[in-house]
């Protein structure tokens, strides 16, 4: 059964800084593609950072030079600096399976003075 946990969300001002970890069960995490997304209410679900099983990483605009997608012994973490209003959302990590699609439960990123 694959599992997904996110955490290390919260509250964070403006410019500050947070890592969200992932953490995987039930696939064969040295294979699997690991990836970021963020969904705000009323708006669809998007692309934050991916990570390949070799290590190569994909960023969307709004993030590079900011975030950082990294992983480690069945985790997959987000580092994420200079944060902006903009950024508040729930964060998802997900992975592939085949065909299927897992995701975690999200967490909740706010960036707000």
């Known amino acids: 059964q694959v599992q997904l946990a996110e955490s290390g969300g919260g509250l964070v001002q403006p410019g500050g800084s947070l890592r969200l970890s992932c953490a995987a069960s039930g696939i064969i995490f040295r294979l699997s593609a690991m990836g970021w997304y963020r969904q705000v209410p009323g708006k669809e679900r998007e692309l934050v950072a991916t990570i390949a099983n070799g290590g190569n990483t994909v960023y969307a605009d709004s993030v590079k030079d900011r975030f950082t997608i990294s992983r480690d012994n069945a985790k997959v973490y987000l580092h994420m600096t200079s944060l902006r209003p903009e950024d508040t959302a729930v964060y998802y990590c997900?992975?592939?399976?085949?065909?299927?699609?897992?995701w975690g439960q999200g967490t909740q990123v706010t960036v707000s003075s």
């Open positions: 997900k992975t592939v399976v085949g065909s299927l699609a897992y």
